[in-house]
């Protein structure tokens, strides 16, 4: 089962495996961005910093408007490529319901990306 979720702390759990997918933003109602992960932090940050060159970079699709997470690797799977299918008023509409302002979620998770201070990167 797949729960959404908005923490404002780090996602990212000890012990259990957790799998997530995620959209990205360019900006409200811009450029969207799909994917998959097992560890949001890192893979966020990757966009946002530029290391993953190709689409996210072109476009600059770096804001994390929405995200799940589930323990399930074969969930995961299927809901990225399901959410991927979909028109873009229903993407619109998901990140929507949970996140009206269109905020960074990951705003409170990275470290100098958002001016948060250096000593918090250490955690990650």
């Not at 797949?2 to 409200?28: F, V």
Request: a positive charge; one cysteine or more; glycine letters at 6%.
């Amino acid at each position: 089962m797949l729960c959404h979720s908005r923490e404002s702390g780090n996602p990212e759990r000890a012990m259990t495996k957790y799998y997530y997918i995620y959209i990205l933003a360019s900006k409200r109602n811009g450029t969207l961005y799909i994917g998959f992960t097992n560890n949001l932090v890192r893979r966020v940050y990757e966009h946002q910093t530029g290391a993953i060159g190709g689409f996210t970079s072109k476009y600059n699709v770096n804001k994390l408007v929405y995200f799940e997470q589930t323990t399930d690797v074969n969930s995961a799977l299927q809901r990225e490529k399901q959410l991927k299918k979909w028109n873009r008023k229903w993407k619109l509409d998901l990140i929507e319901k949970d996140n009206p302002n269109w905020d960074d979620l990951s705003q409170n998770w990275m470290p100098d990306q958002v001016g948060h201070d250096k000593k918090q990167a250490e955690i990650y």
